[in-house]
Every structure is written in C-alpha cells, then in structure tokens.
C-alpha cells in the first residue's frame, strides 16, 4: 500500500488549520489586561500533530530538493546509473514476483 504523501499533508494542515482557527476564537473572545499574555496548551493529539506536521514538511523540503537534483542531473546529461546496482534490484524484483510497474 502507499501512502500518498499529499494526503497526508492535507488532512494534517486541515487538522491543524481547524484547531488553530478554535484557538483564534477564544482568544478574540477577550481581552487580556495590560501586561499579561494568553496561555494555549495543546492537548497530546495535538502536539502530535504539530509534531507530524514539522516531520513531513522536514521529508517533503529533502525529498523535493532531492528530484529537483535528479531532474537537473537527467536534463544535463550528468545522471548515470550503476548497472550493477540496477541488475542488483531487478533480480530482487523478480525474485519477489515483482515484474510490473508496482515496485516501490
């Protein structure tokens, strides 16, 4: 199964997006007294999602500067393939049964 790394990113800004809003209306509900600051605490869901935001925004910011690499490599003609690494593979594929467009 893959998991489609957009999706996620989606559903977890929506998330976040939903308790950042639920955040804004309390705090435009009052005012705080000269001097003193709101306190927001975040429940553990939520700094877990906070926290699983900054990971895929970390591997989407890598894996984005990684095939911009590689397109600029196959465009200018600098990308090589290591044959034995790519012998490597394909006889690991059909070693899985793995002889389609279905390998990860």
């Given amino acids: 199964m893959r998991i489609n790394d957009s999706g996620v990113r989606r559903v977890i800004a929506e998330r976040t997006d939903a308790m950042s809003g639920e955040k804004g ?4 509900g009052g005012r ?9 605490t975040l429940s553990e869901l939520g700094q877990q999602m906070s926290l699983a935001r900054r990971a895929l925004n970390e591997v989407s910011l890598s894996r984005e500067e990684r095939v911009a690499a590689l397109k600029q490599s196959v465009q200018d003609g600098s990308y090589r393939v290591s044959a034995q690494e790519l012998a490597q593979k394909l006889s690991e594929l059909l070693a899985q049964g793995r002889t389609t467009g279905d390998a990860a």
Avoid: D, K, N, T
Wanted: hydrophobic fraction near 30%.
């Fill in 25 to 28: 209306r309390s705090e435009r």
């Fill in 32 to 40: 705080a007294a000269e001097g003193q600051a709101y306190e927001v």
